[in-house]
């Protein structure tokens, strides 16, 4: 891909340099869908993030303009963005999920899950008026589903569990920054393994689900992220049916699990075609997220166990 030549004499403004970068975004072909779905928005938070702005900047602050130590910041994480194809998150080291702000880099997936919708609702009606004092964010990345349930459910705490050091040491970054030492733990535990039987009344989890034939043509965007958060087999089902095995262990009798598994949904299905998995509508976009009850794992546990 030839170089970007940057017309940093022309680029005076804000609004200069977001016009201009959401245009090599077009003129690139750049793929969305790491946080924002065009190339406005990327542009938009490439400069806010970099310039160190919140998203409701007032307007007329767009026309502010920009110092030459800002522009060659600006234009260094454009080429990445645009010669590297490096996600935007990991540029600025910023994302947002649920309204909330977290530390990403290239140990932990991208926060993206339509999960948060749920979250924001306190997962209504399934939740019902039980209490909510122990939830567990399974294969947890950045630590963005299980925070996020924190703030959601204030009397719980909220466990973090992922395989990966790396990725639990942004999570435990990400629990400083929201100043939850107190209630939330990042754990490392392949699956339930290392969770020495804990009980949850919530378990929620964005695991690996992407097929090794998905995996080699996905854009490459995404080729930045870990593999391991991402990969899981044949048919993406590896991390997602240990889970479904051994989450009656773990859920309380009053207890749901939630799991996404995007577009491996049908593979779900056809694997365990007697299993009643509700699927959940997010009225923000989004799917691939089903629910089942502790009942119903419990029911359908042996076919679990044989896979």
């Known amino acids: ?84 194809r490096v996600p935007l998150a990991y540029v600025t080291g910023r994302a947002w999920y649920a309204g909330l702000e977290f530390e990403v880099n290239e140990n932990v997936l991208i926060p993206r899950s339509p999960i948060a919708e749920l979250i924001e609702n306190r997962f209504q009606p399934w939740m019902g008026d039980a209490p909510v004092t122990a939830i567990l964010d399974l294969c947890c990345g ?43 733990r990042a754990l490392r535990s392949d699956v339930f393994d290392d969770l020495d039987g804990e009980r949850y009344d919530l378990i929620v989890s964005n695991p690996p689900y992407v097929s090794l034939p998905e995996m080699q043509v996905l854009p490459e965007e995404y080729q930045h992220e870990p593999a391991l958060a991402l990969e899981a087999g044949e048919d993406g089902m590896n991390v997602v049916s240990r889970i479904l095995a051994g989450a009656p262990d773990y859920l309380s009798p009053d207890g749901i699990i939630v799991i996404e598994v995007g577009a491996s949904a049908d593979l779900l299905m056809t694997r365990y075609p007697d299993v009643p998995f509700l699927w959940l509508d997010f009225e923000r976009g989004g799917d691939g997220v089903f629910l089942l009850t502790a009942d119903q794992l419990s029911e359908f546990h042996d076919l679990f166990e044989e896979d």
């Open 1 to 84: 891909m030839p170089l970007l030549d940057i017309p940093y004499a022309e680029l005076l403004t804000l609004r200069d340099w977001v016009r201009w970068s959401a245009s090599r975004f077009v003129e690139h072909g750049l793929f969305f869908g790491h946080g924002t779905d065009n190339a406005f928005d990327e542009a938009l938070e490439l400069v806010l993030a970099t310039l160190n702005w919140p998203h409701d900047l007032p307007e007329s602050w767009l026309d502010a303009r920009v110092t030459g130590a800002e522009a060659s910041v600006l234009g260094e994480r454009l080429r990445r963005r645009v010669e590297q």
């Open 142 to 184: 950045s630590g963005c589903i299980g925070i996020a349930c924190a703030f959601a459910f204030p009397d719980a705490l909220v466990d973090m569990a992922d395989i990966s050091p790396s990725a639990l040491d942004v999570a435990q970054r990400n629990i400083e920054r929201h100043q939850l030492e107190g209630r939330v």
